[in-house]
């Protein structure tokens, strides 16, 4: 006979009972956990390639994405299948990008100004952070494109530069790509931003966009070319 079910016939077995449940309880918590994390994981995943076929698609397409988006709108198309269709035959554009061109396009039903405002419903301290970043990012050149997203603003020259997110109602998160540049000062490695951005800076105030933000910004600038 084994040890428990030596035990099982002791005194002890209430309290064997109770240690089993718990046992069970804390196995079947970190499952969860590890569903949410395999979950968080694949969407993360999901939002960079997204991203990234963005940032591919003047190459690979011959236009940006607001370029396309301004085509379909002129067209007025009903169907999913028949935008990308016309993408395909009148364009050339390759289904795969076909595709995610029509349905960002039928994201886009808001105005870029709504979709900022949007971002900052509940987080109002933030927006003067936003827009005194939007006037220095706007000072580094006139070739970069701003693109307003439900929960983020890119900022991108031939490939993104900068991303603005609200992180929560006392932070932003300024995303930059800076590759070869070592995590020091206040320039962080990406966090959340994973390989959307190489780094992240923390603004809580106004105060917090000081020269050495503005520095990092115009080298990401820089660097986008």
């Known amino acids: 006979m084994n040890l428990m079910r030596r035990l099982s016939h002791h005194k002890f077995m ?6 089993k449940w718990l046992l069970l309880k804390v196995v079947s ?51 999913h299948s028949i935008a990308v269709n016309f993408l395909k035959t009148e364009y050339g ?7 995610t061109i029509v349905t960002l396009s039928k994201q ?4 870029p100004d709504d979709l900022v405002s949007n971002q900052y419903l509940g987080k109002e ?19 970069i494109i701003i693109t307003p997203k439900k929960g983020s ?27 070869g540049v070592e995590v020091q000062g206040r320039l962080e490695d990406s966090g959340p931003f994973s390989t959307m951005c190489t780094h992240r800076i923390q603004l809580n105030n106004i105060s917090d966009i000081d020269a050495e933000v503005i520095e990092w910004l ?3 600038y820089a660097a986008s070319v």
């Open 14 to 19: 209430p309290i064997l009972g109770a240690l």
């Open 29 to 79: 918590l970190r499952g969860s956990k590890a569903k949410r994390y395999v979950l968080n994981q694949k969407v993360e995943y999901m939002d960079q390639a997204l991203q990234t076929m963005i940032e591919n698609m003047p190459d690979k397409t011959g236009k940006k994405l607001e370029e396309w988006i301004q085509i379909l709108n002129k067209k007025h198309f009903e169907k």
């Open 93 to 99: 554009v390759t289904h795969g990008f076909a595709n």
């Open 108 to 111: 886009q039903t808001d105005s």
């Open 125 to 143: 301290l933030l927006k003067p952070i936003y827009d005194i970043l939007l006037s220095e990012i706007c000072k580094l050149g006139e070739d």
């Open 153 to 179: 603003v890119s900022f991108i020259r031939k490939n993104q530069f900068a991303l603005i997110k609200p992180a929560t109602k006392t932070r932003i998160d300024l995303g930059l790509k800076l590759k």
């Open 218 to 220: 115009a080298k990401a």
